[in-house]
T-cell receptor, first 116, second 111 residues
């Protein structure tokens, strides 16, 4: 597709259950990011993938959070044993490598997670 | 202290007004500066992108960067009700692994 695609767009889950959120970046973009946006808050960096390099996981809030990126394209963010404080919008973004446009990132519409 | 500070607003203006949105930052290594617009229940949309200091104009939008003051601005001329949204500033250094965002300013343009 033309833009960053995320699924599901909305997810309601019970506390303690695991969830998987999927991101399909813009074709040709080698960098992929996950951010979290809580109500009334700014964007919180979670994790960054660039090509075949080891991901920067420095923003993951706990070991319940993990992410992988297969084949340098699609990424999955997994939250295990969800807690109510995990309720937020999870935003995926991608960026082309290098060039003057290499320093901008393009977001998907987000996955709206509610933990009840 | 946060890396990027942004007044959350809300900012309410009449249609046709000039809007000024601002962010300050603390990290002198930031070189790339962006403004995003986010409508309710939508992902952020890139509006403006600037490298280093200076001005950049695109239609009704002008982005300014003053690195000596660590201060960036977005001006919207002839504001329209359709400009009502949350505006997020973002910035990064030469290391592209992390972009730092302000918390966003909510703008309401009244018809």
């Amino acid at each position: 597709g033309a833009g960053v695609s995320q699924s599901p767009s909305n997810k309601v889950t019970e506390k303690g259950k695991d969830v998987e959120l999927r991101c399909d970046p813009i074709s040709g973009h080698t960098a992929l990011y996950w951010y979290r946006q809580s109500l009334g808050q700014g964007l919180e960096f979670l994790i960054y993938f660039q090509g075949n390099s080891a991901p920067d996981k420095s923003g993951l809030p706990s070991d319940r959070f993990s992410a992988e990126r297969t084949g340098g394209s699609v990424s999955t963010l997994t939250i295990q044993r969800t807690q109510q404080e995990d309720s937020a919008v999870y935003l995926c973004a991608s960026s082309p490598e290098g060039g003057t446009s290499g320093n901008t990132i393009y977001f998907g519409e987000g996955s709206w997670l509610t933990v009840v | 202290q946060k890396e990027v500070e942004q007044d959350p607003g809300p900012l309410s203006v009449p249609e046709g007004a000039i809007v000024s949105l601002n962010c300050t930052y603390s990290n002198s290594a930031f070189q790339y500066f962006m403004w995003y617009r986010q409508y309710s229940r939508k992902g952020p949309e890139l509006l403006m992108y600037t490298y280093s200091s200076g001005n950049k104009e695109d239609g009704r939008f002008t982005a300014q960067v003053d690195k000596s003051s660590k201060y960036i601005s977005l001006f919207i001329r002839d504001s329209q009700p359709s400009d009502s949204a949350t505006y997020l500033c973002a910035m990064s250094g030469n290391n592209f692994n992390k972009f730092y965002f302000g918390s966003g300013t909510k703008l309401n343009v009244k018809p």
